[in-house]
């Protein structure tokens, strides 16, 4: 059983930052990708960035110069560096990783940006 745990949502005001994090926990060999989607209000899912177990990173168009996604694998964590929030950032972030062949999801963390 892999479970993962977001913390580090909340509520910022535009051009602030916030980070976020990811841990996953169980019986975990090796993570291949790990990465951050949000959902916005009445939006599909979509990919905010990825990171490979040889920190190879890939961005959503929308947030790249902004945010910044790492990883330590010693402690199967993910990180999310959000710079420069925009209210068009508000969304409900989860954490994913892609583990042994399966995919795997955290029970999200609220993002707004309001003033």
């Known amino acids: 059983q892999v479970q993962l745990v977001e913390s580090g949502g909340g509520l910022v005001q535009p051009g602030g930052s916030l980070r976020l994090s990811c841990a996953a926990s169980?019986?975990?060999?090796?993570?291949?990708?790990m990465g951050w989607y949000r959902q916005a209000p009445g939006k599909q899912r979509e990919l905010v960035a990825t990171?490979?177990?040889?920190?190879?990173?890939n961005y959503a168009d929308s947030v790249k110069g902004r945010f910044t996604i790492s990883r330590n694998n010693a402690k199967n964590t993910v990180y999310l560096q959000m710079n420069s929030l925009k209210p068009e950032d508000t969304a409900v972030y989860y954490c994913?990783?892609?583990?042994?062949?399966?995919?795997?999801w955290g029970q999200g963390t609220q993002v707004t940006v309001s003033s």
């Open positions: 990171v490979t177990k040889y920190a190879s990173t």
């Open positions: 169980g019986s975990i060999f090796s993570i291949d990708t």
């Open positions: 994913n990783a892609y583990i042994h062949y399966s995919d795997y």
